[in-house]
């Protein structure tokens, strides 16, 4: 009896485990399983949500894509169509010129948009790879920055609490911090600030502009691959990647982020956390 009392609990866990595995496999792709109070089966729980989290984000990625390539490239190739046809026709060398040029430009756009897409699905398989190690976070931080060698911007590394090691991968680190930088750039006024603010078992790397900002309706969709529709209208521009691999990178790390709105500079504020060992 007491053993029966004692295993009844395990036994309703991995019950609860087996129905979410069928609800997933059945297409409920948000299912998952809730921890239990036994650390024997912690990991599988753990390693189940996280599969069932990476199942979910890939097929979501696979609409994206699907969306994209669908859009991005039939424009380029309905314009040079519309080129050729009119080379076709025109005599006039001038025009031939300006619409040979018009073509080129659109074979520029598609190519780009094709590297794009590789250079996302490549940065994907790579995420496979992640080799985790003791880092300090301020002296990557401002390796980062110092790459960023323009003398026309103005980056401040305000506090950088020099005592701050997180355990994660350097390179796939050091590109969430340089595409962090590289947004606040392209979007604002020359000027960025970056703090970082120890939380209890986070820690909070803050970059913020001097931009216009992000509207507050459109902030989580950036943050999804080659989404522009609603970017574009607020000038936005690019094939929506930089933020994408911010956030993969941060699934992967057992991070978080969160866009809001600059309280001292009036344009964007990015805040991803990332736990502390």
């Known amino acids: 009896t007491l053993f029966l009392l004692w295993v009844y609990p395990l036994?309703?866990?991995?019950?609860?485990?087996?129905?979410t595995a069928k609800l997933f496999g059945e297409g409920k792709l948000s299912e998952?399983?809730?921890?239990?109070a036994f650390p024997y089966i912690r990991d599988i729980e753990v390693e189940f949500n996280h599969m069932a989290q990476r199942i979910e984000d890939l097929l979501g990625d696979v609409k994206l894509l699907s969306s994209a390539v669908s859009h991005d490239l039939r424009t380029p190739l309905a314009r040079i169509r519309f080129g050729i046809d009119t080379l076709e026709e025109e005599d006039d060398p001038q025009i031939r010129a300006r619409y040979q040029k018009k073509i080129s430009a659109n074979v520029d756009e598609m190519t780009t948009l094709v590297e794009t897409l590789l250079n996302y699905a490549r940065f994907d398989q790579a995420m496979?790879?992640?080799?985790?190690?003791?880092i300090k976070l301020s002296e990557l931080?401002?390796?980062?920055?110092?790459?960023?060698?323009?003398?026309?911007?103005?980056?401040?590394?305000?506090?950088?609490?020099?005592d701050i090691m997180v355990m994660a991968d350097k390179n796939q680190l050091a590109m969430l911090i340089n595409n962090l930088l590289q947004n606040s750039i392209r979007y604002g006024r020359g000027v960025v600030t970056v703090h970082l603010v120890k939380k209890d078992d986070t820690v909070e790397l803050n970059v913020e502009d001097n931009g216009s900002g992000i509207a507050e309706n459109i902030r989580k969709d950036i943050l999804k691959p080659f989404v522009r529709a609603e970017a574009t209208k607020h000038n936005i521009k690019g094939h929506g990647i930089g933020l994408a691999i911010v956030k993969r990178i941060l699934d992967w790390h057992q991070g978080h982020i969160e866009i809001s709105q600059s309280e001292a500079l009036g344009g964007?504020?990015?805040?991803?956390?990332?736990p502390i060992p």
């Open 128 to 134: 496979l790879e992640i080799k985790r190690v003791p």
């Open 32 to 36: 998952r399983i809730s921890y239990s």
């Open 11 to 19: 036994v309703r866990q991995l019950i609860k485990l087996r129905k």
């Open 268 to 274: 964007a504020r990015v805040t991803v956390s990332l």
């Open 141 to 162: 931080v401002a390796s980062c920055i110092a790459q960023q060698n323009d003398e026309s911007l103005n980056i401040t590394f305000a506090e950088p609490n020099d």
